[in-house]
């Protein structure tokens, strides 16, 4: 028997009182031209991935909404079996354009405020901008995104287009946004078991951290952690150079330091600065790693007084290619000596 579900009922829909957030959220993954949107009866999660060697996760919690209604497609299975309440409940997984979606849910912002949100980065071609350094709770403010109105998402089932519905002060505007079938995404797996660093600090130092070495146009960064001093350094190499910051282990600026012996690994910096979005808006960060080199930045950001969302990115560590990393270790050699 085929899938199936209430023909009334759109299979999905959602109602959010502000646009803002929703736009700020989704805007920390906006560095490819596609996210696949998982949807269940927890809530949404939009997962953009480059190369299979970064990938973005973005979760939205249903009590973020005002509103929210999952009516899951019944598998012959569940009908069988009407015990069985969760394992049978399949998701709703579309794949939609990132950058379009973003464009939408902006409409509302003043022709100023539009020209700045829209101004394009060349490396990931998606809607970038500077954010307000006023802390983590500036990204939120009225001030900042003219977006104060509501937004209906929904569905009709698998093949719509995921209808977006944006109210303010008695405007209604209304976009439809095409579906595609989604790719296979594969996780890039953090091995729990074998974590080898684990550090929570403030997002914004992370931010500025990186902000300082990108002043030398860095191809890679080189993160150091050791239980001894330095305890934990961003190191950045390039063309113009190289440069390195370092962190001390005081527990005001390192809340958490688990790292049981020394670390090194190196990722591309372009990759990692695809996450300076989520480091401005954010108030704290969650900094692991495995045995494996797979590097996971993991930030919670303030919706409102008592919410909060969480934007998840793991990076792949960079594989010097043959001859490669003959030189840097002649070259680290150099610098020891």
């Known amino acids: 028997m085929a899938p199936s579900h209430d023909p009334i009922s759109p299979l999905f829909s959602a109602i959010s009182s502000s646009t803002r957030q929703l736009f700020q959220v989704l805007r920390c993954i906006n560095f490819a031209p596609r996210t696949q949107v998982h949807i269940n009866k927890v809530g949404l999660r939009f997962t953009v991935e480059e190369s299979r060697v970064m990938q973005g996760q973005v979760f939205l919690d249903k ?3 005002t509103s929210y209604a999952f009516n899951p497609v ?12 969760e394992g049978d409940e399949e998701p709703l997984v579309l794949e939609i354009s990132l950058s379009s979606l973003l464009e939408t849910l902006q409409v509302f912002a ?19 901008g500077s954010i307000a ?72 130092w992370l931010h500025d951290a990186i902000t300082e070495l990108s002043s030398t146009s860095p191809t890679r960064l080189t993160i150091i952690a050791s239980p001894t001093a330095p305890y934990f350094a961003l190191s950045s190499s390039g063309p113009l150079g190289s440069a390195t910051v370092e962190f001390s282990k005081d527990p005001q600026l390192l ?14 910096f372009s990759l990692i600065k695809g996450a300076s979005n989520a480091m401005a808006m954010a108030s704290k960060v969650s900094i692991r790693g495995d045995e494996q080199g797979v590097l996971s930045l993991q930030f919670i950001i303030k919706v409102d007084d008592d919410r909060f969302s969480f934007v998840d990115f793991r990076f ?15 070259q680290d050699d150099v610098d020891q000596n």
């Open 133 to 204: 350094r006023g802390g983590p709770a500036a990204a939120f403010d009225n001030r900042v995104l003219d977006m104060a109105g509501s937004c209906r998402l929904s569905c009709a089932g698998v093949g719509d287009p995921l209808c977006i519905v944006l109210e303010e002060t008695g405007v209604t505007t209304t976009c439809e946004l095409v579906t595609y079938e989604p790719e296979a995404i594969a996780d890039i797996p953090l091995q729990k078991e074998a974590i080898s660093l684990k550090i929570i600090m403030k997002a914004s």
């Open 63 to 65: 009590s973020l909404f």
């Open 110 to 128: 003043s022709n100023d405020m539009k020209d700045r949100w829209l101004s394009r980065d060349p490396t990931y071609g998606g809607v970038t």
């Open 255 to 268: 809340e958490t330091f688990y790292v049981p012996h020394r670390v090194v690994n190196t990722y591309k």
């Open 74 to 85: 019944v598998s012959e299975s569940s009908e069988a079996d009407a015990e069985s309440e």
């Open 316 to 330: 792949v560590a960079y594989i010097p290619e043959e001859g490669e990393g003959d030189e840097e270790d002649k």
